[in-house]
């Protein structure tokens, strides 16, 4: 870890640096969430093959379980940070301790508890959910440690989008290209071997994120950011409401995303659109590798963007021309020709290019805001000398979880408008009109509603490049005067 010198206050004296290759590693942290909250997306069909269970219990189910999660969140960001070891710092030992949570849940659900009813399966479900919450803290005490520079921070935005769509990409090759047909269909025994895919590759993420995080994930790197007398609360969240605007812009911007993705990333809608409207559900495999390859470009645009111009109007900017896509995508099925995708040449083409750009914008926007929330923790630490990125990204997630825990309530509603009340749909159901406009306004119609939401929003944040300028100038000095603090403090207690 170092600190790069320079000549003044703007300099990037004020700025924590690391190698590339330790971004390139730390990064996958994020994807590691990402693999294992894939894995329990597909819950309604986990329900129903290994536990009998109606689509629209494991909707409640895992409502209720965003609700655990939205409570869970914060008293992990005030309890877990305390977690200090002077070998291997906090960040490490908190991912570890989600892994395992996370991964003894998958292999619960999946291999353990099968058949045996509704409440084993909620018990490894919130399981699940507090594992995740864990790991999130480590994530974001890590995200704030391994750098604050403005040219670094959103290049891990950009590797983070990378490997998630990478990793989706290839999941779902995995599953539509050689698990589907070898099983037939989407059967608990095709979930089985996704499960042990995901506990396995992500064991090997984290710990190649744990290695890149051991130049700055030490004792005295974190000390320096706690001052003896600053004591963290859950009444923290409620001042926060009060007097960071830009937290207030990221709670609106992240609730509103959040509900919406909650429904258009659904399995179920997934299968709708390929399996049932379009009618070919290994499509999805067919054109990943097109949508991956669109979206590494243009993240690596937006993020070369965001080190000019600042996350926030990068964000602003791409949450734009993501709500553009997806209305030219509702246009495109309006028009009937969906029936035609991987039959003939010009829909083909059109639909590859539509649903390209439009994973890709929703790529970049979550490239921007992986940017936007390390800010957000760092300006509250300029406004009130609390350093605490985790209780502020997790009120932020907090209270877009308690939004979106109405998805699956939503998405089970409209599920139930077109017939699937005991059961989910399948790859080659009827296509009638009426499930034509719920998909439309499950898959489009959602996103667009959660983009309009945070376009409002973001009139309303403050932190620009030169802002940011200003606030790791001041968080510079107050570190190194906490560190100053918490050395006297302790020899002071070693003296007595």
């Known amino acids: 870890m170092s600190t790069t010198k320079g000549t003044s206050p703007n300099a990037t004296s004020n700025y924590t640096t690391c190698k590339l290759w330790q971004i390139i590693c730390y990064s996958m942290v994020p994807a590691v969430g990402n693999f294992f909250m894939i894995v329990f997306t597909m819950n309604a069909y986990i329900a129903k093959g290994g536990y009998g269970l109606a689509t629209a219990l494991a909707a409640s189910i895992a409502s209720s379980g965003k609700l655990f999660d939205a409570v869970t969140d ?3 960001a005030v309890l877990v940070p305390k977690m200090r070891s002077k070998r291997f710092g906090a960040a490490r030992p908190i991912l570890a301790i989600g892994y395992l949570m996370m991964a003894a849940s998958v292999l619960g659900i999946m291999f353990v508890f099968p058949g045996m009813g509704i409440v084993p399966y909620a018990i490894c479900y919130m399981l699940y959910i507090l594992g995740r919450t864990i790991h999130n803290q480590g994530k974001n005490i890590a995200s704030n440690l391994i750098t604050n520079d403005p040219k670094q921070r959103p290049l891990i935005g950009r590797c983070s989008q990378i490997y998630t769509m990478v990793l989706a990409m290839l999941l779902s090759l995995y599953r539509g290209k050689i698990l589907f047909p070898i099983f037939g269909g989407l059967t608990f025994e095709l979930l089985q071997v996704i499960g042990v895919t995901c506990v396995i590759a992500c064991l090997i993420m984290d710990l190649l994120a744990m290695f890149a995080l051991k130049d700055c994930d030490t004792y005295e790197n974190v000390l320096a950011h706690y001052h003896p007398s600053v004591k963290i609360k859950l009444s923290d969240m409620v001042g926060m409401l009060k007097h960071n605007s830009a937290f207030v812009a990221g709670v609106v911007s992240d609730a509103s ?6 429904v258009a990333s659904a399995s179920v809608v997934n299968t709708l659109v390929f399996g049932v409207l379009i009618g070919n559900y290994g499509f999805t495999g067919d054109i990943s ?12 645009f937006i993020t070369g963007i965001a080190k000019k111009i600042g996350a ?13 896509v997806a209305i030219a995508m509702f246009l495109f099925f309006l028009m009937g020709e969906y029936t035609q995708i991987s039959v003939k040449l010009i829909p083909t083409v059109i639909f590859v290019v539509l649903y390209s750009m439009l994973t890709a914008s929703k ?5 921007a805001i992986v940017t936007m929330y390390q800010d957000i923790a760092d300006y509250e630490f300029y406004l009130t000398g609390k350093y605490e990125p985790g209780l502020v990204i997790a009120t932020i997630t907090m209270l877009g979880k308690i939004v979106s825990a109405a998805g699956g309530l939503i998405t089970a509603a409209l599920l139930a408008t077109i017939g699937y009340v005991d059961n989910v749909p399948q790859p080659g159901d009827p296509a009638t009109q009426k499930v034509f406009w719920v998909t439309m306004l499950m898959w489009l119609g959602m996103m667009i509603m959660g983009w309009v939401c945070s376009i409002i929003a ?3 944040y403050p932190l620009t490049a030169e802002k940011m300028v200003e606030v790791q100038a001041a968080n510079k000095i107050r570190k190194q005067e906490n560190l100053a603090a918490q050395k006297a403090a302790e020899a002071a207690a070693a003296a007595k």
């Open 312 to 324: 926030g109007k990068a964000y602003l900017r791409y949450t734009w021309v993501a709500t553009g």
């Open 289 to 300: 590798i097109y949508t991956t390859i669109t979206s590494v470009v243009l993240i690596f």
């Open 257 to 262: 995303d959040k509900l919406a993705n909650e």
């Open 74 to 76: 914060p008293l992990c």
């Open 363 to 367: 790529s970049t926007t979550n490239a």
């Open 458 to 460: 973001m009139h309303w």
